[in-house]
C-alpha cells in the first residue's frame, strides 16, 4: 500500500463507488426478500438504479456503465427467483400508479430480460470503445498485472521484486486499457442469448406469449448477430406465427426480413423464395411514414416499393435468371435442374397470400360419362404481375388431371415432362394481376362414378420452379387472415355469384343407371299367421348381371326400432312382431352343385341372397316368405347390387332398389258368447252379488245345457276358406262335456269380407268348480284360392287362428224356474202355461209370485201368493191362456221372487213371446225345430 | 410533448389497425418497429389487467427501460396504447379521451367495417393534432 494515493483518480472512483453500492444494494434486497416484503424490495431496487443510472461515468468506459447495470438487474433477477419459490405474491392491480411496481415487475423474467437488454448496451459499446482504442495503439503487457486490491472496487498494479510485491495504484488511463483489454475476452452474446432464454421461458410459463415472443425476438437478433442462422431462424419463425396470426403486420415485416437472411446463410433457396413471397404479399400499403433506411432491420421499409423490389428479386432467383448470394464465402447458389424449387401451399399456409387457388364444379352432381364445367380461379396479392408458363389441375381420378399452358408461351408450355395422353388445353394468358381472379373454365368428364375431387392446381413458373397448391372450395373458403381488414375491393372468384358461394371442389359421380329390372309383386295385405309369400323377379333388360346380391331389408313404417339389422341380440319369437322365414329361389338345373361364393343370409330382419349370373335378357325369381306374428305395417326393401361387367372388380356396382310397404292384417277375429236354454233360468248367485263388474268370470249352471256361441268375423279383404272349426280342451277331463268337440266341413265354407260366421256348442259342465278351463276355440281357414287362382301355394298349407275360451266359474244353481208353453197358439183356443220351480237345496224354499194381466189373453190360475216349495222337488205353476189377438204377443208376465236369496226372476222379452194364428196351421214337426233354433241364433 | 411516443389502435381480435408515431424527437438509432415489438408485448398485461378494473384509463401499466406503456381500453375492448418516455398522466388521460371521441365517430361512419384498419387521413391528422396538444 505504500505510495497509494488517497484520492483515487475519477473513472476508477466512480467504479468504487458502484461496487460498494452494489454490495450494500444485495445485502439490503436479500433481507428484504427473505422477509417477504417484495414491494418493498422492488421499490428500493428500483429507487437504486435510478439513482445510479445517469451515473455513467467517463465515456471511454461507458461499457463499464452497462455492464455493472445489467449486472444489477441479474442479481436482483435471481434474488427474486430464489425468494419467490416461498413468498407467492399476487399482486394488487386495482390502480398501478407510476410509482406502485407493474405486474412483472414481481417476476424475475422481467430483471433478466432487462438485464439482457443492458448487456446488449454494453457490448454495442464496448465494440465502439475497442474501435476507438484500436487506433491508439495495442495494449501492452502490462495489464496483465492488474489485479483487485484489497479494498472493494479498487484496482491494482502488481509488482514483483523477488519476494516483495508491491501494489501501485493505477492511473485512470492505465484502467481504461485493462479494462478494455478484460472485456475483449468475454463473449457477451452467448450471455445474452442465455438471460433472454430464460426471461423467454419464464414469460411462456406465465402464459404471457407477446412478451415471450418479444424476448425470443431480441434473442433472434443476437443468434442471427453472431451469425448463428439455424437458431436465429427457428426462433424467427415462431415469433413470426405470432404476429402472422395477430396481424401486426410490421412486426411480422421486421421479423420476416431477418427470416430472409438467415435463409440465405443457411443456404436455402426454398425458405429465401417463401419468405420474399410472403412479403411481397404482405398488406403493408401505406406510405405514411418513411424511415429512413438506415433504421430499419434486413427487410428494410415497409412500402409498396420495397415490396416490388423483394418480389422481383424472388422470382429473379426462382426462374433461375439471377443467382442467390449466400452469406458464407461469397457462394451463390443458383435454381437449376439439379436444384429445382417446389413450393406447397396449403390451406393455413401463409403462402396463400402468394396463390390461392379455388376450385368449383358447376354441378353438384353428374352422370357417368356426362361434361361437367369446372371453374379454377387464383388470385395473387403480390405487388407485381406474375405470369405462370404452365397449370397443371389434379384429381384424385388421376386420368382427369389436365394441364393448360399459356397460350403466349407456346415453346415453354412444351419443356415441362407431359405424360402421354394427358389432355392438354390452352389459355390466351396466364397472368396474375394483384388481387384480380384469373378464371378458367373447362369441361371435364368422368367415367368413374364416385367421388371426383380436385386436389392440387400446380402452377409452374420457369423451367424449375413450381407452386402447387391446395385446391379449396369457393363456399368453404376462409379470408385471407391479414388482408381481411384491408381496404380491398372485394370480388368474388366465379363470374356467377351463385356459385362463388354455393361451389364446391369436388362433384359426386352417380353411377350408371340400372338396367335391370326388380320387380316386387304386391299382394296386398298380408295376415296375420301366414307365410306371406312375396315373389322377385329380376329381369335384365340391358346389362348383364355378375355377382348380382339381393339385400332385403324389413322396417317398421314407423320407425321405431322393430328390426334393425345392425342388432346382434337374439330374438325370441314373442317379441319378434314381424320376422323373414325364409328366401326361396328357382336354381337352375345345371348349377345345382352350387357355386362356392353363394351367399344365403338370413336374420328376422335382414336377409341377403346371391343371384346367379344372368345374360341380357335372361330372368330370375324367387320368393320372400314373411311371417306376421302380430299386425304391423312394415316397408320392405329390396336392393339388388351387381356388376354389369363381368371380371373387373374396378369397376362399380350398379344398384337397384325397390321398396314395398305391407300392411300386416289380422284375419279372423274370433269372439265367444254363452247362451242358457230357452225359457229356463238357473239362479246363479255369483250374479247376483256383484251386478255391474265387467271382469266377472261367466258363471254356468252344473248339469245343465249351456249354449256356447262362437262367432267368427273376416277382417281381411280378401275371402278367407275355413276348414274346421275345433274347441282343444286344456286339460283332458270329464269337468264339462262339450259338444262337438271338432267339426271338419264337408264343404268348406267361403268366408267373404266382412262376413260372420257363428258355430253352437253345447257346455254342460259336471263337476263344481270355481274356475273351470273350458278350453282353446281352434278355426282352420285358407285364402280362398278360387278367386286368385295366381296363388296356388294356399292349396295345401292352411293357418290356424286359435281364441282362447276364458274360464268360468260352475255352480249349483239353488233353483231353476222354466217356463213352458206351446210353441204357437191359436186363435180362441186355450193353451196352458206353466213355471216350473226346482228347488235343488236340501232346504224349504218361500217363493213369493205375481202374474201381471195382458191384455192379449185371458188368463185362469194364481194371481200371487207365497208357497213353499220342498227340497228337492219341483212345484209347477199352471195358468190356462185363451189368445184375444193375433201375431207376436207378450205372454203374461210372471215375477218369481225367493226369500231367501231376495233374488227375482224377470224373463226377457224374447222368452214370453208367444204367435197366434188365426186357424191351425200345418207343418212339419221338422220344419218347426228348425225355426226354433233360427230365433235362438238371431239372438 | 414526450420526445418519444408511438400511438397504436388495436382491434378487439388483436390486430393493430391504426399507428403513428407522434413524437416530436426523430427516434432513436433503435431498430425501426422496436416500438411496436413494445407494444405488442404489453397486450399481454392489458389482456389481464382489463378485466380487473372498470376503468377505461389503466395508467401506465408497462415499464421498458425508460419507456412506458399506457393503455386505455373502450367498452368495445379496442385498445389505445401509447408509448412514452414522459410521465404527465393528466395529458395522456385527456389525449385518450379525444382519441376515443375520435374512433367512436369514425366507428359511425357507415363505410367502415368495425376491426378493419383506419385509413382515413382525417383521423390522421387529428390524431397528430391532439398528440401535439397534450404529450
Known amino acids: ?939 | 410533448m414526450a420526445s418519444t411516443a408511438c400511438f397504436m389502435i388495436v382491434s378487439k381480435n388483436d390486430i393493430p389497425i391504426y399507428e403513428a408515431e407522434v413524437g416530436s424527437v426523430p427516434k432513436k438509432e433503435d431498430a425501426a418497429h422496436q416500438h411496436q415489438f413494445i407494444l405488442h408485448a404489453a397486450l399481454d398485461i392489458v389482456q389481464d389487467m382489463a378485466w380487473t378494473t372498470s376503468a377505461m384509463f389503466l395508467k401506465a401499466i408497462d415499464r421498458f427501460n425508460d419507456l412506458v406503456v399506457s393503455v386505455y381500453v373502450t367498452a368495445g375492448h379496442t385498445r389505445l396504447m401509447l408509448l412514452h418516455d414522459s410521465r404527465n398522466d393528466d395529458g395522456i388521460k385527456s389525449f385518450f379521451q379525444e382519441v376515443h371521441e375520435l374512433y367512436i365517430k369514425t366507428l359511425l361512419n357507415p363505410l367502415y367495417l368495425p376491426g378493419s384498419r383506419i385509413t382515413s387521413s382525417h383521423f390522421d391528422t387529428k390524431v397528430r393534432a391532439l398528440a401535439r396538444k397534450y404529450l
Open chain 1, 1 to 939: 500500500m505504500v505510495g497509494m494515493s488517497t484520492k483515487t483518480p475519477p473513472i476508477q472512483r466512480i467504479v468504487e463507488i458502484k461496487t460498494i453500492a452494489e454490495q450494500l444494494h444485495f445485502k439490503l434486497s436479500t433481507l428484504l426478500l427473505h422477509s417477504g416484503k417484495v414491494v418493498e424490495a422492488i421499490t428500493w431496487f428500483r429507487q437504486h438504479t435510478a439513482n445510479y443510472r445517469s451515473l455513467m461515468g467517463s465515456p471511454e468506459v461507458i461499457f463499464l456503465h452497462w455492464e455493472w447495470l445489467s449486472r444489477q438487474y441479474l442479481v436482483f433477477a435471481q434474488l427474486l427467483e430464489t425468494s419467490s419459490a416461498d413468498v407467492q405474491h399476487v399482486p394488487s392491480m386495482v390502480s398501478v400508479a407510476a410509482e406502485k411496481p407493474t405486474e412483472w415487475e414481481f417476476h424475475s423474467a422481467y430483471y433478466y430480460q432487462l438485464a439482457a437488454s443492458y448487456l446488449k448496451e454494453k457490448n454495442v459499446s464496448l465494440e465502439f470503445a475497442l474501435s476507438m482504442s484500436e487506433d491508439v495503439g495495442p495494449i501492452d503487457g502490462s495489464a496483465e498485472s492488474v489485479v483487485a486490491s484489497a479494498y472493494l472496487g479498487q484496482f491494482a498494479r502488481l509488482f514483483e521484486h523477488g519476494d516483495t510485491c508491491i501494489m501501485q495504484s493505477l492511473t485512470d488511463d492505465e484502467y481504461v486499457r485493462y479494462a478494455l483489454a478484460e472485456g475483449k475476452r468475454f463473449q457477451d452474446s452467448f450471455e445474452i442469448i442465455a438471460l433472454l432464454k430464460r426471461s423467454c421461458e419464464a414469460y411462456s410459463n406465465l402464459k404471457a406469449e407477446r412478451t415471450a415472443a418479444y424476448c425470443g425476438l431480441q434473442m433472434a437478433k443476437e443468434y442471427f448477430a453472431v451469425s448463428d442462422f439455424g437458431n436465429a431462424k427457428q426462433t424467427f419463425d415462431n415469433v413470426a406465427s405470432l404476429y402472422r396470426r395477430e396481424g401486426w403486420l410490421l412486426s411480422l415485416w421486421e421479423v420476416l426480413g431477418y427470416l430472409r437472411e438467415c435463409s440465405r446463410g443457411i443456404s436455402s433457396a426454398k425458405d429465401f423464395i417463401e419468405y420474399s413471397l410472403e412479403m411481397a404479399a404482405l398488406p403493408v400499403t401505406s406510405d405514411a411514414f418513411e424511415p429512413s433506411s438506415k433504421d430499419c432491420g434486413p427487410a428494410g421499409p415497409a412500402t409498396l416499393s420495397q415490396r416490388g423490389k423483394i418480389h422481383e428479386e424472388a422470382f429473379e432467383v426462382a426462374r433461375g435468371e439471377s443467382e442467390l448470394n449466400l452469406k458464407e464465402q461469397n457462394t451463390e447458389l443458383k435454381v437449376n435442374s439439379d436444384y429445382p424449387l417446389y413450393l406447397e401451399i396449403d390451406l393455413v399456409s401463409p403462402l396463400r397470400v402468394v396463390l390461392l387457388a379455388l376450385v368449383a364444379f358447376h354441378q353438384p352432381v353428374v352422370k357417368p360419362g356426362a361434361p361437367s364445367l369446372i371453374t379454377i380461379s387464383l388470385r395473387s396479392q403480390l405487388p407485381t404481375n406474375v405470369e405462370i408458363d404452365q397449370l397443371e389441375v389434379q384429381f384424385n381420378q388421376s386420368e382427369c388431371n389436365f394441364i393448360i399452358g399459356n397460350g403466349k408461351k407456346p415453346h415453354i408450355a412444351a419443356i415441362s415432362n407431359i405424360q402421354p395422353g394427358r389432355r392438354v388445353e390452352t389459355a390466351p394468358s396466364l397472368v396474375l394481376a394483384t388481387n384480380k381472379w384469373l378464371r378458367l373454365t373447362y369441361e371435364i368428364n368422368s367415367d368413374h362414378s364416385g367421388k371426383l375431387e380436385c386436389i392440387y392446381v400446380i402452377a409452374r413458373i420457369g423451367p424449375h420452379f413450381t407452386i402447387c397448391c391446395r385446391a379449396e372450395s369457393p363456399a368453404s373458403m376462409n379470408d385471407l387472415p391479414l388482408w381481411k381488414f384491408e381496404n380491398l375491393v372485394e370480388t368474388i372468384p366465379t363470374k356467377d355469384p351463385g356459385l362463388a358461394f354455393s361451389g364446391q371442389k369436388a362433384i359426386q359421380v352417380e353411377e350408371p343407371d340400372p338396367q335391370v329390372d326388380l320387380i316386387l309383386g304386391s299382394s296386398g295385405p298380408a295376415l296375420v299367421g301366414e307365410s306371406f309369400i312375396l315373389p322377385v323377379t329380376i329381369s335384365s333388360k340391358g346389362h348383364a348381371v355378375y355377382s348380382g346380391e339381393l339385400k332385403i331389408n324389413l322396417v317398421d313404417t314407423r320407425g321405431g326400432g322393430l328390426l334393425s339389422p345392425r342388432e346382434e341380440e337374439p330374438f325370441s319369437a314373442d317379441n319378434l312382431h314381424v320376422e323373414l322365414v325364409d328366401i326361396s329361389c328357382h336354381v337352375p338345373e345345371d348349377q345345382s352343385e352350387a357355386p362356392s361364393d353363394k351367399i344365403q343370409k338370413i336374420q328376422p330382419s335382414f336377409g341377403l341372397i346371391s343371384v346367379p349370373s344372368l345374360d341380357v335378357g335372361e330372368s330370375w325369381s324367387g320368393q320372400l316368405k314373411i311371417k306376421w306374428n302380430r299386425p304391423k305395417p312394415i316397408m320392405l326393401y329390396v336392393s339388388l347390387g351387381y356388376y354389369h361387367q363381368s371380371g373387373e372388380p374396378s369397376l362399380q356396382k350398379v344398384h337397384v332398389h325397390k321398396s314395398l310397404q305391407i300392411e300386416g292384417k289380422t284375419a279372423v277375429t274370433i269372439s265367444h258368447r254363452y247362451l242358457l236354454p230357452f225359457r229356463q233360468d238357473p239362479l246363479l248367485l255369483s250374479k247376483i252379488k256383484s251386478v255391474s263388474d265387467p271382469d266377472q268370470m261367466p258363471s254356468l249352471a252344473l248339469n245343465d245345457l249351456t249354449m256356447l256361441i262362437v262367432s267368427a268375423k273376416n277382417c281381411s279383404e280378401v275371402p278367407l276358406r275355413l276348414l274346421s272349426v275345433s274347441i282343444e280342451r286344456e286339460e283332458d277331463n270329464d269337468a264339462c262335456a262339450i259338444l262337438p268337440q271338432h267339426e271338419e266341413f264337408r264343404e268348406s265354407v267361403v268366408h267373404v269380407p266382412g262376413e260372420e260366421f257363428k258355430k253352437v256348442f253345447t257346455v254342460i259342465p259336471k263337476l263344481n268348480c270355481t274356475r273351470l278351463k273350458i278350453g282353446t276355440v281352434c278355426l282352420r281357414w285358407q285364402r280362398d284360392s278360387r278367386v286368385e287362382e295366381q296363388f296356388d301355394f294356399c292349396d295345401s298349407a292352411y293357418q290356424v287362428t286359435k281364441h282362447r275360451l276364458p274360464d268360468v266359474n260352475i255352480e249349483l244353481p239353488p233353483l231353476v224356474v222354466s217356463l213352458e208353453c206351446p210353441p204357437h197358439a191359436t186363435l180362441g183356443n186355450p193353451f196352458r202355461y206353466s213355471v216350473k220351480i226346482h228347488n235343488q237345496t236340501e232346504f224349504l224354499q218361500e217363493i213369493k209370485f205375481s202374474v201381471a194381466d195382458s191384455q192379449s189373453f185371458v188368463l185362469s190360475g194364481p194371481h200371487n201368493d207365497t208357497i213353499f216349495v220342498l227340497p228337492r222337488s219341483t212345484h209347477v205353476l199352471s195358468f190356462m191362456l185363451v189368445p184375444l189377438g193375433l201375431g207376436s204377443l207378450q205372454l203374461p208376465r210372471v215375477t218369481v221372487t225367493s226369500v231367501r236369496y231376495s233374488a227375482g226372476l224377470h224373463t226377457s222379452p224374447a222368452s214370453s213371446i208367444v204367435f197366434v194364428y188365426p186357424s191351425k196351421p200345418h207343418f212339419e214337426a221338422s220344419d218347426m225345430k228348425e225355426t226354433r233354433t233360427n230365433s235362438v241364433v238371431a239372438e
